[in-house]
């Protein structure tokens, strides 16, 4: 007996949907998927959606950059003799880390445990091998920020940690070049389409951030005459945040959209357009003025932090859609059967 | 270190046992299924899994509407116009797909990969179980999952999936679902006997006119270096819910932490270049 299999099936009865429908593509956009059918299971989620708070985790993702952003302005400006960005970035990157702390123990469900992130170490896990870089950042952190509050620390210590500030403030920067850019794979090694995919670009847009946002922090607590290298810093930082979400977001295809539609796309569109205006503003006005210097500096800030939760928000996105997770496999083993 | 995708003949040694029984696993052979559910009540049962209130989803016959925390066995029902059997034409909603899902216990496992604490681990059956005792509730294996089967409980703060019954299989004993299922849809055995199986049962089918037959999670080159619970299914895996081509995350891990080493560097050279150059003030 030989059955043949009917052509085309009802869309109802496939719980599938088109792609085009109901996507609002607008006139002139580059059509990325070919269009075609994909099925669903009632259009429930493929993947799980991270079950992480957004104020903790997409809040850690900037608190976190501007630990580490600040933490190199911090060893810069006691390199080059600047005791007031110094004494402010120290100072900040203690409190952003401390911040950063308590997020990510409030986020577990068993905050009790959270000693156990030191259990193990254990490479293919970025949050493992980001608990330790955390850690590791903490004292020379902790050391630069002792050797600004003198009077906090017992007599007998004070010269021990003056002898070792420079140094801890060197170390705290390398280091922080890790904790500001670990975060992006973490959230890429995971299953959420639209972090996924991301991964190239991810780390460089979360540098930029991180440099941009704490960038704007020294220019809001620091005086005029010391932040000339907040404002290149903010320029640099800018650009390349910038130049690597335009990127990612138009390699990216259908994944992409999440960045560019929905809640999150607009929440993208604003911090973008954020830190055009903080680092125009910083780079042409910030040393002319300390009024335009606090106002570009809290543009930065607030940018730098309307990224990440944008980029968080994105990932949320596209777990909340099976199409995102079905067409781009479907599309790959289409590809594969007629290779 | 280990593979981190691809086949892995041996997962139990690559995991550290010296000494391991051979790989077991479910084959689920969803064209016998009857939709009876007695699998997710034995699962249940005897797992003490709570349960997650009686909700009607409006979807056929299923109320249980995926794998989570609390359900740890699910199954779907979708009602199709195919024609079944010797009919010449479909008729209205009357072909049947039934499909009993659980965690694939992955060769590559994201879950296992991500675990920051360790509660997660390999057993000496190539099983991947989740150690209530150590387990934090960081949350990172729910959207490490490529089949979003791991989830967190709220109320409990941790998370649970399929043992594969680890208590039961120590004992020589099937795990509970596959114990349950009366029409032995649900298979448990040693992995390489069930894969065997199952191709003979496509074939068989295959065969006897049921050409859409096919094994879902079976092969050792997909994106997960092959499934501890594969499937024999009679359409594209979505309908189902299950992702067509799923990869575990961290096949790419090596290369996204280059690309971070890269934009760490990238970082610390701008901190350089901004305080360097001409004005020292």
């Known amino acids: 007996m030989t059955t043949t299999k009917p052509p085309g099936q009802p869309e109802r009865q496939k719980h599938g949907r088109m792609w085009e429908q109901g996507r609002g593509r607008r006139r002139g956009e580059e059509l990325m998927v070919p269009q075609a059918t994909f099925s ?16 903790d985790i997409a809040g850690y993702l900037f608190t976190g950059g501007i630990a580490a952003g600040t933490a190199l302005l911090a060893a810069g400006a006691d390199r080059t003799g600047r005791a007031e960005l110094r004494r402010a970035m120290r100072l900040s990157s203690l409190a952003a880390l401390s911040v950063s ?21 254990k490479p293919t896990s970025p949050m493992s091998v980001g608990s330790w870089l955390l850690s590791a950042f903490a004292l020379p952190t902790a050391i630069s920020a002792a050797d600004e509050l003198p009077q906090l620390i017992p007599g007998p210590l004070r010269p021990l940690v003056q002898r070792l500030a420079p140094a801890a403030s060197v170390a705290a920067a390398a280091i922080g070049s890790g904790v500001a850019t670990y975060t992006a794979v973490l959230i890429c090694d995971t299953a959420v389409p639209s972090w996924h995919a991301a991964y190239p670009e991810m780390p460089f847009v979360f540098a930029g951030s991180a440099l941009s946002g704490s960038a704007g922090l020294a220019l809001v607590l620091a005086p005029v005459a010391e ?16 130049a690597s979400s335009q990127r990612l977001e138009h390699r990216l295809g259908l994944v ?8 999150s796309g607009r929440k993208m569109k ?70 | 270190m280990s593979r981190l995708s691809g086949p892995e003949h041996d997962v139990a040694r690559d995991a550290g046992y010296d000494e391991a029984p051979p790989r077991m696993g479910f084959f689920t052979d969803t064209s016998i299924c009857i939709g009876c559910k007695a699998c997710e009540v034995a699962c249940k049962e005897w797992n003490g899994v709570p349960d997650d209130g009686y909700n009607l989803l409006g979807m056929s016959f299923d109320n249980t509407g995926m794998l989570g925390a609390n359900s740890w066995r ?35 496992a994201g879950c296992l990969d991500v675990c920051p604490t360790g509660s997660l681990f390999r057993t000496e059956f190539g099983t991947v179980v989740v150690q209530e005792d150590i387990c934090n ?8 999952c490529p089949y979003g089967v791991i989830d967190r409980r709220p109320d409990d703060g941790r998370v649970w999936k399929c043992t594969l019954c680890y208590d039961r299989i120590g004992d020589g004993l099937e795990p509970a679902c596959a114990k349950a299922c009366p029409t032995d849809s649900i298979q448990f055995g040693p992995l390489d006997e069930l894969r065997e199986r199952a191709h003979d049962r496509v074939d068989e089918l295959v065969s006897a006119g ?30 189902y819910g299950l992702p067509p081509d799923p990869v575990v995350p961290t096949r790419d891990l090596v290369s996204m932490w280059k690309h971070a080493a890269a934009a760490a560097g990238v970082f610390l050279g701008l901190g350089l270049a901004a305080f360097g150059g001409r004005n020292r003030r």
């Not at chain 1, 911090?271 to 903080?278: E, H, I, Q, V």
């Not at chain 2, 509730?137 to 490490?144: E, I, L, N, S």
């Open chain 1, 101 to 121: 702390g308590v997020a990510l123990v409030h986020d577990l469900g068993r905050p009790e445990r959270f000693a156990n992130m030191l259990r193990v170490f």
């Open chain 1, 40 to 55: 669903s299971y009632y259009g429930r989620p493929v993947v799980k959606k991270p079950v992480w708070e957004e104020l």
């Open chain 1, 256 to 263: 992409g959209e999440p960045y560019r539609e929905h809640p």
């Open chain 1, 270 to 339: 604003l911090a973008k357009a954020l830190t055009l205006t903080g680092v125009v503003a910083s780079t042409l006005l910030a040393k002319r003025s300390r009024a335009a210097a606090l106002a570009a500096g809290a543009a930065l800030v607030g940018a730098s932090a309307l990224t990440r939760f944008a980029i968080f928000e994105a990932g949320v996105v596209s777990t909340e859609d099976p199409a995102y997770t079905v067409a781009p496999q479907r599309i790959r083993v289409e590809e594969r059967a007629h290779n």
């Open chain 2, 74 to 108: 699910h199954v779907a029902f979708i009602e199709q116009s195919k024609p079944v059997g010797q009919q010449e034409s479909p008729r209205e909603g009357v072909r049947w797909l039934m499909a009993s899902d659980v965690c694939k216990h992955c060769t590559h």
């Open chain 1, 227 to 242: 932040t000339a290298p907040a404002r290149k810093l903010a320029f640099f930082g800018a650009v390349l945040e910038l």
């Open chain 2, 137 to 144: 509730g960081c949350g990172y294996c729910v959207p490490a």
């Open chain 2, 210 to 239: 049921v050409t859409e037959a096919r094994l879902y999670g079976d092969s050792p080159d997909d994106g997960v270096g092959g499934a501890g619970a594969f499937f024999l299914l009679l359409d594209e895996p979505e309908v």
